[in-house]
Each structure stands twice: as structure tokens, then as C-alpha cells.
């Protein structure tokens, strides 16, 4: 678990391939009529623009020495029709790979986030959530310009080349020599820098995710923060993390940008040496038009270079996330319905785990060998010290974990026999930290079962007591309620969770510390309203308040791992063993408070 950290990096298990470009060309493969048409569009208005150097020329050297007025307003008519085209190809060009771009990008998110959705537990468990965010959110939106603009851009800066070198031929073939010169300078400065620059990048998007990986947990850790006065000390890690991010920012910048300058220097030098060859050539073949001609399209020759230069860096950028992207894409749920499993038909509620053995990736092994069998309707309760196990052997019933070894049957089925949707629909999870999701509270509840009626909803809120604290809201069900439910009280969100499991109307009920953070006189109401819904499903309840449970149909202590001691509530006592201990000093500390 070490790797839950915001500053821990994270080391790319694939190196880079082709592979994550040809992934990346299977969302835009959808769009290729579109591009083929931006693409066309784009060539149009290259060819429009590229027109205006020949034209100076021919003027030049043909119409002024020829005192030609009307070829020269021909000439000028036809340059700004070129114009007029470029400007109007450009437009739509950035309207339709606008759509494209974002579109692109929208599929990759949903494809991203709904992958998300079904990696396992322990996935989340081993990494800070900042860090996930940053990809879904930051690291696809880094994508945007290369997708909107790099690739047309590239395209039709490569045909740009091609119709100048044309031109600089038919000018003069001489000098056109001469011209490309500067180009292998070029190719070995790029050579000499791609791999720092990846590197960089990749330096930069781990600083990036450490960073927002850092402000995520101190958002969520606020009032613990303010609580315990530790303003101070988060301000300086902040500023030690974002330190990091802003020296990594830096020096990959000052990588990124060794090219552009080394373009401009190269585009100069070379456009002064043809300066000096061409004047010394004026007369043996070389016009004063041609040359001014020539020397233009030099510069368009050398602005397609540099584009296609900023299109390397930031296809070179981009394989920083494109990476980190990929990886979370193919990242394996620990859990997954076995090939060939069935769906489970609608169970009784029988429960049996026969030699289970479980531990977390990267911890010891947590429950050793636990045994018991658990008929339909029957209440477990589970009690023990904390970190005994109980609620791992609960999460193990929906299978959000596999075990080790062993088994676990439901009805007799071994539960990896089974399809997981299947089985966790007839699950009903109460977890200890009540989730309440941004939006109404009647929303809240039907997130049990989304067909659910309002009058089900109430009718399940008024079963566990919840209805007393909703009726008193000035909107009621209606009530808008923040993320995480910040604004009810812990047991108001816990009796909210409440009626949402039971709406879904489970054959199997979980209940871990359900009850912790409710008082003791809505707790009594809550457990009369729970007598007839519990009577027709299995229940599985941990709870530390012992008073809770005295009901149950049988209590399992849980102690490292074992199950040290079975039976009911007075099969227990009588026993006078760990369990008699624990109640007796929970009962002796409520008379003396």
C-alpha cells in the first residue's frame, strides 16, 4: 500500500510504443470523412496561399518592365482572390476540427471513466484519488490541440513543403540546392533531443499528478486540517509539491523550445546565404524577380518546417499522457466474472465460507480459515476488535475481493461461478461511511433501484426511521444536498444510505456499523421498523455496540482473523468468555456514564 501516496511516482510499466498511436487513431477513424474534407479544405487554401511569391515574381520580372497596367491589376485581382480563399478555408478548417478534436476527446474520457467503473477495490485502494482524477480530466485534455489541430496541420503542412519545393525547382534548381542545406542541421538537433524531451514530459506529468493528488486530499481533509491548526505545515508541502511541479514545467519547456529557436536560427542563416549566392548568380540565369520569388518561399519553406517541428513536440508531449492514459485503459479489474460463469438465479439467502483464507496485496494474510454456515433469514452478528477481519469477511460476500483459497457459496453456488452484477444485486450494502451523492435526498435513496416509484422511496425512508428528519426539511425529499452530504447530520446520511439499501430490496443485507452514529432513541425506532424487513432476508450485522445485537440469531467473535467464539447472545454469556467480557464492560461503562 505503499504506493497510496501523493508523492509517490509512478514508474510507466510499458516503455513507449507505436501501439498508443495506432489506439489513438482508432477514435479518430470515425471521423476520417471529416478530416478527409478539412483536409481538402486545408490543401485548397495551402495552394491558394503558396500562389502569392510566383505572382510577385511574374509582376516583377514580366508586367512593371512591360509597363502591363491591366496584367498587373489581373495579377493583383488574382492575389487577393487568394487571399479571400486561404481566409475562408481557415475558418471552416477550425470549426471542423474543433468538433472533431473535442468529440475525440469526449470518447476517450467516457471510454476512460467508464473502465473506472469497473476496476476492483483494490485499485482504489492503492492509489490517492487526485491522482485518478488527473487523468480522466487533465491529462485527456492535453490532448486537445494536437487532436483539433496537430494532425491536419501536419498534413497539410507536408503538402505545403512539397508545392514549395516545386516552386523553388522551377525557380532555380541551383539554389533550391543550396537551400536545403540547413535541413540535416536540423534533423540532428531533433535526433538530439526527442528522448530528453519525453523524459521531461513524463517527469512533468508525474509532478502533475503528485500535485493534484496532494490538493484532492487536503480539500477532502479540511476540517481535520482547520481542527488541528496544521495550516501551516500543509502550506509548506504545498509549496514543496508544487515546487516540484513548477522546476519540471520548467525543463521541459526549455527542452520543448530548443527546437523553435533552432528553426528561426537555421531559417536565418540560410535565407542570408542565399541572399549572397543569389545576388552573385543575378544575370547568369538568376532574374531580380526570381530571386525575390525564391527568397520567399525560402520563408514559407521554413514556416511548414517549424510547424511540423511544434507538431513533433507536441506529439512528443502528448505520449507523456497518452501513456499514463493507456495505462489506467489497460489496467485489469483484480475481480472479474469468470469465463463462463452464469448469472445467479434469485437466491434464498443461505451464506457458507468454508476455509477462507484472505489477505490485502502487499499485507499479511488477514482471515485465516474462517468457517460457518448461515441459513435464509438467519441475523450474524459479527463483533470483535477493530482490524479483527469482520468487515473484510463481509466485503467478501459481494465479492469485491477474491479470497486466497476456500470457498464461498451462496444457495450452494460457489459465488465465482457467478456473474458479479448478478450477485451484487441481491446484495444490500450498508457501509460504515455513508456515501450521499450531490443532488435530493429522494435521489439519494432511489440510487438503490433507479425504477423505484417516490412512493417506495418514502415508503422505505419511513421503515427506517428516516422519515422523521425529512418531513421537518423545508423541500423534504426534495431537499438538495451537497457532496458527501456535508450539510446532515452522520446519522441522518447513515439512515439516508439505510433506506437506500433496502429499497433495492436485497435477499442479502449488510450492515457494517449501520447504527454507529445514530442516538439511542431513533436507534429503538429504527429497530422496530427493521424487525419485518429483516425477517425474510439474510442480515449480516458488525456493530460494537453490543446492546445492537442481542437479537441476532447467532454472534461470531472475530479475533486476528478466527472465529474464536459462536452462539447466541446467552450461549455466549454463559460461556463467560471473550464475548461475556466484552459486555459486561460495555454495560458497566453505560451505568457509570
Not at 47 to 70: F, R, S, T, V
Not at 399 to 416: A, E, H, N, Q
Request: aromatic share 8%; glycine share 6%; charged share 20%.
Amino acid at each position: 500500500m505503499a504506493r497510496n501516496k501523493f508523492d509517490v511516482e509512478e514508474e510507466l510499466e510499458t516503455p513507449f510504443s507505436i501501439t498508443h498511436l495506432k489506439r489513438l487513431f482508432v477514435y479518430i477513424k470515425p471521423y476520417k470523412k471529416k478530416i478527409v474534407l478539412t483536409v481538402f479544405i486545408m490543401l485548397i487554401a495551402s495552394g491558394a496561399n503558396l500562389i502569392g511569391p510566383y505572382l510577385i515574381k511574374q509582376a516583377i520580372d514580366e508586367e512593371i518592365p512591360g509597363k502591363d497596367i491591366p496584367g498587373l491589376i489581373l495579377l493583383s485581382g488574382i492575389y487577393l482572390c487568394a487571399l479571400i480563399i486561404t481566409g475562408i478555408c481557415m475558418k471552416y478548417r477550425i470549426r471542423i476540427m474543433s468538433q472533431i478534436g473535442q468529440s475525440i476527446i469526449q470518447n476517450i474520457r467516457k471510454d476512460l471513466f467508464t473502465h473506472l467503473q469497473s476496476l476492483s477495490f483494490s485499485f482504489y485502494d492503492s492509489r490517492p484519488h487526485g491522482k485518478i482524477l488527473v487523468r480522466v480530466v487533465n491529462y485527456v485534455n492535453s490532448l486537445s490541440d494536437l487532436l483539433s489541430n496537430g494532425l491536419i496541420n501536419l498534413i497539410t503542412d507536408m503538402f505545403s513543403l512539397a508545392v514549395i519545393i516545386g516552386f523553388m525547382l522551377v525557380i532555380d534548381v541551383k539554389l533550391t540546392l543550396l537551400a536545403m542545406l540547413g535541413f540535416p542541421v536540423l534533423a540532428g538537433i531533433i535526433f538530439l533531443i526527442k528522448n530528453a524531451q519525453r523524459k521531461a514530459w513524463q517527469d512533468l506529468s508525474n509532478k502533475q499528478s503528485n500535485m493534484n493528488a496532494y490538493i484532492h486530499e487536503s480539500i477532502n481533509g479540511i476540517k481535520v486540517t482547520q481542527a488541528f491548526t496544521r495550516e501551516r505545515e500543509n502550506k509548506r508541502i504545498f509549496q514543496e509539491v508544487s515546487g516540484e511541479y513548477r522546476r519540471s514545467w520548467m525543463k521541459a519547456v526549455y527542452i520543448q523550445f530548443l527546437l523553435w529557436p533552432s528553426i528561426e536560427n537555421i531559417s536565418v542563416l540560410t535565407v542570408s546565404f542565399i541572399y549572397v549566392m543569389g545576388i552573385s548568380m543575378i544575370g547568369d540565369g538568376v532574374t531580380v524577380g526570381s530571386l525575390i520569388a525564391f527568397i520567399g518561399y525560402i520563408w514559407m519553406f521554413w514556416t511548414p518546417l517549424a510547424n511540423i517541428g511544434n507538431f513533433y513536440n507536441a506529439i512528443i508531449n502528448a505520449m507523456a499522457y497518452l501513456e499514463r492514459i493507456f495505462e489506467m485503459m489497460d489496467e485489469k479489474p483484480a475481480v472479474t466474472s469468470d469465463p463462463g460463469s452464469k448469472d445467479l438465479s434469485v437466491i434464498k439467502g443461505k451464506v457458507e465460507f468454508d476455509d477462507v483464507l484472505f489477505g490485502y496485496e502487499g499485507e499479511g494474510r488477514i482471515l485465516k480459515g474462517i468457517n460457518f454456515k448461515v441459513n435464509p433469514g438467519d441475523t450474524i452478528a459479527l463483533v470483535g476488535a477493530t482490524g479483527s477481519g469482520k468487515t473484510t469477511i463481509v466485503s467478501l460476500i459481494s465479492r469485491f475481493y477474491d479470497i486466497d483459497s476456500g470457498t464461498i457459496k451462496i444457495d450452494d453456488v460457489d459465488i465465482k461461478n457467478v456473474t458479479i452484477p448478478s450477485l451484487r444485486k441481491q446484495m444490500g450494502v450498508m457501509l460504515q461511511d455513508p456515501f450521499i451523492f450531490s443532488g435530493t435526498i429522494m435521489d439519494n435513496i432511489r440510487y438503490g433501484r433507479l425504477d423505484a416509484t417516490d412512493a417506495e422511496v418514502m415508503e422505505a425512508a419511513k421503515a427506517v426511521q428516516a422519515d422523521l428528519f425529512i418531513s421537518e426539511l423545508k423541500d423534504g425529499y426534495q431537499t438538495e444536498v451537497n457532496e458527501r452530504g456535508t450539510r446532515l447530520s452522520t446519522g441522518q446520511r447513515q439512515l439516508i444510505s439505510f433506506a437506500r439499501a433496502l429499497l433495492a430490496d436485497p435477499k442479502i443485507l449488510i450492515l457494517d456499523e449501520a447504527t454507529s452514529s445514530i442516538d439511542t432513541e431513533t436507534e429503538l425506532a429504527l429497530q422496530k421498523g427493521l424487525e419485518t424487513l429483516l425477517s425474510d432476508r439474510t442480515s449480516f450485522i458488525i456493530a460494537h455496540r453490543l446492546s445492537t445485537i442481542q437479537n441476532a440469531t447467532r454472534i461470531l467473535f472475530i479475533e486476528k482473523g478466527r472465529i474464536i467464539e459462536e452462539g447466541t447472545h446467552q450461549e455466549l454469556m454463559n460461556q463467560k468468555g471473550r464475548y461475556s467480557k466484552l459486555h459486561n464492560s460495555q454495560h458497566h461503562s453505560l451505568e457509570v456514564s
